[in-house]
Structure formats: structure tokens, C-alpha cells
């Protein structure tokens, strides 16, 4: 059933400075979006964000806000924590005690899933291979709490922003570029989806993804990503896409 009224609604934007809530906003795909700085709505003050849904009548939250850099994710677990549990039960608690009718689309990851199985689908056991991805876990189990959501699980990177030269020819994942994603999260609202969908693009190696935007990115061993980093990171990611493609 298309619900297009959906989009017509107010609608919360967390996250807003983010890459993804940059082109959320620059989208116009969404009408009515209000999206407050950090400053004016801290995701930490559960108080003020219940006061914003009340005054600003919000009808869906799209929730963006995350500390996304595995490496100070690892190096800093508390504020990891604080920002990507903590902060995603207070929009929880926010929505509870404002009627529950609040509808919460929540911006998960592929790191939730094993980290070399592969086509991961939505019912597969969880097994994160970071402190990233425990987090987002964690914040699952809150969003689930509320009435209406969306879980998104996805990986997504900006083709403007390649900043890297090397790239794994054999790792392999499903990102997809960021203005994919957005035009996804508008429709997934449209068609009042509720519950946990994969969002990706084509299964393929990192460099073969990243040279169709970047000609003179180099191709690389997955070793040599694993010296550099010094973290763990998944050779094979992969979604399974079968539920986003009977949908839309």
C-alpha cells in the first residue's frame, strides 16, 4: 500500500551534519523536514528531544546520528556507546512517552552481520566483528521497543569523497552510494514498511565499486587494508537483497 502522505508529515532529521543526513536534506525528497544542529537537539538529553516531538508535531524521526569511525569507535568504547546505544534509547524513550506514534527509521550496518559469510540476510544470528557493530546491535534491540520503525542495515560511501588510493580487490561488500540510500529511505517510507530490511548495491569487490568513480584509485591485496588499518574488518559482507527487491 503507498502511504505518499508519509513524506507530507514533520519529519526529524538526526544527524544532519553526517554525509548521509547532508544529502538527505539536499534530496528534496522530503517534505516538511526539520533538522536541528547538535547544539539545539543532543541526542543525550532525552528531555529535549520529547519537548521537540510535542512542540514541532513529529510524526517520523529519521535517525542518522551515529559515531561511525571503527577505528575511534575501538579506541574510545565509552563514547561509542553514549552515542550509538544511549542516545538511540532516548529517542526511544522520547517516542514512548509521547504516544508511541512516532514512527523511527534507524540507520543500522552491515557490521551487525559475520564478517566474511556473505550474503547476509535479515534473519541470519547477529555477529558483529567490531565494537561499531555491537553497538548498532545494541541499538536494534532498543529501536525494536517502538511501534513503528524501520531498521536499515546498509553500508554506504560518497562517490565525491573518495579519499583513499588503494582498494581491495578482494574484499567484497554491498555499499552503494549515499544518494542510493536516500532515495531508498524515501520510499521505504512511502510504502509504510515496517520492521528489518537490507539496503545495498551490486556484490562486488571494494576496487571494482570505488575505480568507476575514482579512475585513478590502485587495486590492492585485502592484506595490505588490514596493515594499514590495524583493525579487523570483513572480507565479505555482502547483503542479501532479496526483501528490499520484492518491495520496491
Not at 575501538?74 to 514512527?103: C, D, H, P, R, Y
Not at 530490511?197 to 576496487?207: A, Q, T
Not at 590502485?218 to 542479501?240: E, Q, R, V, Y
Amino acid at each position: 500500500m503507498i502511504v505518499g502522505d508519509f513524506l507530507k508529515n514533520n519529519i526529524l532529521l538526526l544527524g544532519g551534519t553526517g554525509t548521509l543526513g547532508r544529502h538527505i536534506i539536499e534530496s528534496n525528497l522530503f517534505s516538511n523536514l526539520i533538522h536541528p544542529s547538535k547544539k539545539k537537539l543532543n541526542i543525550l538529553n532525552q528531555n529535549k528531544i520529547e519537548k521537540f516531538i510535542l512542540n514541532n508535531n513529529i510524526k517520523i524521526i529519521l535517525h542518522c546520528a551515529a559515531l561511525a569511525r571503527v577505528k575511534e569507535c575501538e579506541n574510545n568504547k565509552q563514547k561509542a556507546i553514549s552515542i550509538n546505544t544511549i542516545g538511540t534509547l532516548n529517542i526511544v524513550k522520547s517516542i514512548l512517552n509521547t504516544n508511541n506514534k512516532v514512527k523511527l527509521v534507524f540507520i543500522s550496518s552491515d557490521a551487525v552481520y559475520s564478517p566474511n559469510k556473505g550474503n547476509n540476510k535479515e534473519k541470519d544470528k547477529l555477529k558483529p566483528y567490531n565494537f561499531y557493530g555491537l553497538t548498532k546491535v545494541l541499538a536494534e534491540k532498543q529501536v525494536k521497543l517502538v511501534k513503528r520503525y524501520i531498521i536499515i542495515r546498509t553500508r554506504f560511501f560518497d562517490k565525491k569523497n573518495i579519499t583513499f588510493n588503494y582498494s581491495a580487490k578482494n574484499i567484497y561488500t554491498s555499499s552503494l552510494e549515499v544518494t542510493d540510500l536516500v532515495r531508498y529511505i524515501s520510499k521505504l517510507i512511502k510504502i509504510n514498511f515496517k520492521g528489518i530490511i537490507n539496503v545495498g548495491g551490486p556484490k562486488i569487490s571494494d576496487f571494482k565499486k570505488y575505480s568507476k568513480y575514482k579512475k585513478n584509485i590502485k587495486p590492492c591485496d585485502k592484506k595490505k587494508i588490514f596493515k594499514n588499518l590495524n583493525l579487523k574488518i570483513a572480507t565479505n559482507s555482502t547483503l542479501n537483497l532479496n526483501k528490499l527487491k520484492s518491495l520496491i
